[in-house]
């Protein structure tokens, strides 16, 4: 049974930076596609950040561009992303997903818990 455990959210101040990490038990870390979601109150969930395991390609949602990078530690078998210059909009509840697809990963089929993201003013 796959699990995925995020950490490393909290609250920070407008330009402020974080890391979250998620962490994969249960299957070959290196054969999931791996990507961030969040949502905000009163919003739909949104693709923010992916990685997909065949080819490494990377996506990132225009509002984060230049501002967050995803990577991953295939031998840890953890996905990190690093949140720069963080904006009061950027405040969300950040998910972690993974799939075994290589192509897409809009739809996941595995989720983590989630980690609260705050951004003051």
């Known amino acids: 049974q796959v699990q995925l455990v995020e950490s490393g959210g909290g609250l920070v101040q407008a330009g402020d930076s974080l890391r979250l990490s998620c962490a994969l038990s249960g299957g070959t870390f290196s054969r999931y596609s791996m990507a961030w979601f969040r949502q905000a109150p009163g919003r739909e969930r949104e693709l923010v950040a992916s990685?997909?395991?065949?080819?490494?390609?990377?996506y990132y949602r225009h509002s984060v561009k230049d501002r967050f990078t995803i990577s991953r530690d295939n031998v840890k078998g953890i996905v990190y992303l690093q949140m720069d210059s963080l904006k009061p909009e950027d405040s969300a509840v950040y998910y972690c997903?993974?799939?075994?697809?290589?192509?897409?990963?809009?739809?996941?089929?595995?989720w983590g818990r989630g980690t609260q993201v705050t951004v003051s003013s």
């Open positions: 990685m997909m395991w065949a080819r490494g390609e990377i």
């Open positions: 997903a993974a799939d075994t697809d290589a192509v897409t990963i809009t739809a996941p089929t595995y």
